[in-house]
T-cell receptor, first 112, second 111 residues
Framework: NAGVTQTPKFQVLKTGQSMTLQCAQD?????MYWYRQDPGMGLRLIYY???????DKGEVPNGYNVSRLNKREFSLRLESAAPSQTSVYFC???????????FGSGTRLTVV | TQLLEQSPQFLSIQEGENLTVYCNSS?????LQWYRQEPGEGPVLLVT?????EVKKLKRLTFQFGDARKDSSLHITAAQPGDTGLYLC???????????FGTGTRLKVLA
């Protein structure tokens, strides 16, 4: 019963470096999401994928790209990391219709 | 624009006390969920409420959806240290069809 698996759990990057956050779900959910969580800002949607083969921008997409590799996997890429991208990143999955999401345990990213 | 306001923002209580957390909006929601997030983990879905006036119980937690589906409350009876965490409400508004999260209530239960 893995649910949603995110890797890595922790990462430190230097400004300008790139990295990809990986996410996989085993619940056969159609939709997948990437959020960032910052103190005082709550959960903010970066990108989402309503179904395999589609991706759409969320509230704060600048500086990020995503790939829905197949129904199970949805990755988030930072091409040139900036200190403002220091945050905790969560991947989530769910069925369409707003019935609630299953979240991964998060990636704590620090950009120095 | 934050459509889901939660109150209080912070709550620190002694073990055994009761508490209520509120989630309010000016928008009507198709359904509403409550999550609990523990330190270092992602939010975990606790319950979904769909019908106006609906009440759901999960052990010592009681969730209520307002009659007009614009607000919800979470009542915890005899709080325990294991209830410590960030409580989030979330849902889809009928107008925007966007799934949004509330501002959160951070609860600490002291032994």
């Amino acid at each position: 019963n893995a649910g949603v698996t995110q890797t890595p759990k922790f990462q430190v990057l230097k400004t300008g470096q790139s990295m990809t956050l990986q996410c996989a779900q085993d619940m056969n959910h159609n939709s997948m999401y990437w959020y960032r969580q910052d103190p005082g800002m709550g959960l903010r949607l970066i990108y989402y994928s309503a179904s395999e083969g589609t991706t759409d921008k969320g509230e704060v997409p600048n500086g990020y790209n995503v790939s829905r590799l197949n129904k199970r996997e949805f990755s988030l890429r930072l091409e040139s990391a900036a200190p403002s991208q220091t945050s905790v990143y969560f991947c989530a999955s769910g069925m369409t219709g707003g019935s609630g999401y299953t979240f991964g345990s998060g990636t704590r990213l620090t950009v120095v | 624009t934050q459509l889901l306001e939660q109150s209080p923002q912070f709550l620190s209580i002694q073990e055994g006390e009761n508490l209520t957390v509120y989630c309010n909006s000016s928008s009507v929601f198709s359904s509403l969920q409550w999550y609990r997030q523990e330190p270092g983990e992602g939010p975990v879905l606790l319950v979904t409420v769909v019908t106006g006036g609906e009440v759901k119980k999960l052990k010592r937690l009681t969730f209520q959806f307002g009659d007009a589906r614009k607000d919800s409350s979470l009542h915890i009876t005899a709080a325990q240290p294991g209830d410590t965490g960030l409580y989030l409400c979330a849902g889809v508004t009928r107008g925007t069809y966007k799934y949004i999260f509330g501002t959160g209530t951070r609860l600490k239960v002291l032994a």
